[in-house]
């Protein structure tokens, strides 16, 4: 967890209801402005501060106050079995829209083992392993996939085709934290580059390729050749097949794939937001799938292995100089464990965009001391 230099941190109450407020000043809902936000605050929590209120204005903020993406979510479930339902959120708040998608998929699993919904024009959801989490909170596993605007390449390709595409899986364990994978079927995506671009950061080399298939490492420049089409991510295992980049690329088209054929929803291209020079709305479609363990075997013996399992995984031979190994869910458990009397750090960045935005919609109750 790297802290810019001149951060301020504010107390994660506070900057929920700020955000909440937000919401509600460009036209969502009050329960749906809080369902964002919660969303938001949670990606905070974890330190992933790559999705958490950092995103609140380039991507929900300022797409609203386009007209890009509509502020009040419509959820039309266009078919639906007792098992599985297909959905469409009319270019809504993909919070809301998610976690609506994720509790039908709970409900439908509590009473036949398996629950999976698909969603076409959708948004942006926010962090995918809160959806996830729905699920193993109920105590099932969770498993949730979404596609994005193209900035991937495929392997031994050049070109943005596919989206960052995350495949996530939140699933209870007997510790104080569920496994949690969440991230990203790209070696990195868009929210990490914009991080490093608002703390003036280079990137690792083999992040990113331009159009000759050379590593760039500018992260302020990249953000604009991923929107101009000059420059494109790599997959998870890096350039070509030697490191197993295939396997990323393989797997970002799984997601594509679910995130679009079962719902008959937009994909690739068709998500970049452009069309006939114009901004229109980027109209995702996303996945959700709840496992009921209590279907198979008792959910306390589930646990207590899987705990077992991820406890055996951090006692083994560590490499020379390591301190330690982790599990998928433990950084994030202890960054919630550091920040939690201490708030959300706010890069200075993200403390004009929220001055920006206090002072647009007069929301002159809350005084941040910066």
């Not at 009050?30 to 992933?48: E, F, Y």
């Not at 969603?119 to 729905?134: D, P």
């Not at 929107?227 to 350039?239: F, N």
């Not at 998928?328 to 960054?335: I, P, S, V």
Request: net charge positive; aromatic share 8%.
């Amino acid at each position: 967890m790297e802290i810019e230099k001149g951060s301020k941190w504010v107390k994660f109450d506070t900057m929920e209801r700020f955000m909440s407020d937000v919401f509600k000043g460009i036209g969502v809902p009050a329960a749906d402005a809080a369902v964002c936000a919660k969303v938001l605050i949670t990606a905070d929590k974890l330190g992933i501060d790559s999705h958490g209120i950092s995103r609140l204005k380039p991507i929900y903020y300022d797409r609203i106050k386009q007209g890009i993406q509509l502020p009040k979510a419509k959820f039309e479930i266009l078919k639906e079995t007792p098992t599985t339902a297909t959905i469409d959120g009319h270019n809504g708040m993909g919070h809301v829209i998610a976690v609506r998608a994720m509790e039908l998929a709970i409900k439908k699993a509590k009473k036949f083992g398996l629950g999976m919904t698909a969603v076409r024009n959708s948004t942006h959801y926010g962090i995918a392993g809160y959806h996830a989490l729905l699920a193993a909170k109920a105590g099932m596993i969770g498993i949730t996939g979404t596609n994005a605007r193209p900035s991937v390449a495929p392997t031994f390709g050049v070109e943005n085709m596919m989206g960052t595409n995350p495949l996530t899986f939140a699933i209870p364990t007997d510790e104080e934290f569920p496994f949690l994978l969440d991230c990203a079927t790209s070696i990195t995506q868009r929210g990490k580059i914009e991080v490093y671009a608002k703390l003036g950061k280079k990137m690792p080399k083999g992040w990113v390729i331009d159009s000759q298939g050379n590593s760039k490492t500018d992260s302020v420049a990249v953000l604009k050749d991923l929107v101009a089409g000059t420059a494109a991510l790599v997959p998870v295992g890096g350039i070509g097949e030697e490191l197993g980049g295939y396997k990323g690329y393989g797997y970002c088209a799984v997601v594509e794939i679910l995130s679009a054929a079962l719902q008959q929803g937009a994909f690739m291209k068709m998500l970049l937001g452009v069309k006939d020079g114009r901004k229109v709305p980027y109209p995702l479609g996303h996945f959700f799938l709840a496992i009921d363990i209590e279907a198979f075997t008792s959910l306390r013996s589930f646990k207590k292995i899987a705990g077992d399992i991820l406890r055996e995984l951090r006692a083994s031979k560590k490499m020379p100089g390591a301190k330690r190994i982790y599990t998928a869910g433990e950084k994030e458990h202890l960054a919630w464990l550091y920040r939690r009397n201490k708030g959300v750090p706010l890069n200075r960045e993200t403390q004009k965009e929220i001055l920006e935005m206090k002072a647009e919609l007069g929301l002159n109750k809350y005084k941040f001391n910066f």
